[in-house]
């Protein structure tokens, strides 16, 4: 356990990061003793420190709850963050000069049609109080170096959350089994991932009700309205100047944009 002024402290370099565009080293390597409550110490610091500069929360979400993201990132332990109203793009265009080395990743979302409050939160709980799910592309881009990380570091830096496109497809949860819709990700027209919602935790409500009980051991709960990110199904893929991007999801549609 850390002192609160190095928490403000951490939170703040990492914010200034975001701002100015400039990777940095990762936490860990100043300070190797940094533990995962740590990491929402400092994540909880920065959250305060956007909503003080006048941001809201667009959404929660869930990462690493893949096999190909935890592979990918060598990380094997599922993580919680939040993406900020700034952060969701609506025009279909990404701008590549606002960030440092951002990559797409395709998952499924919730909006919940009431509240969620663990423990003992199961998948069955999360469906019966999901109103919608949706498709969504989201755009991680680490403040670290290499996009190189350990667990407390990726949770403090706001689980890399970056930009996100919301797929315009709204579908009420017992009209799909999610654990079965397919989602492709193609870059420039080459197809460079695929997957199933199963990739994610067997079913990406699992992922949502994971987040109900994590929340409740500080007290919180999941709120009618939410939306949530369940975690990438694919893993995620470096974009460039020029790129175009589109996903197709089964029975959710598509996502399409491009980088500028
Ligand atoms: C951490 C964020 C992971 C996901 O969906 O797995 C994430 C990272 O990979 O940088 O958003
Ligand atoms: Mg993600």
Redesign the pocket.
Known sequence: MQSELLYKRLAQKLVDAELNREEVVKLTAEYPELTVEDGYRIQNELVSLKLRQGHRIFAS?M????QA?MKQ?NVHEPIRGYIFDYMNIEDGILPINELIHPKV?A?IAFVLSEDLEGPGITYSHVLAATDYVVPAL?I?D?RYAQ?QFTLPD?IADN??SSRVFIGSMWRKPDELELDLVGVTLSINGELKDLGAGAAVLGHPAHSVAMLANMLAREGRKLHKGDLILS??ITG?HQLREGDVVSAKWGGLGSIEFVVK
């Open positions: 979400k990462g690493l709850t893949s993201k990132m990743e998952e989201e991680i680490s996009f990726v689980t890399s975690g990438g995620s």
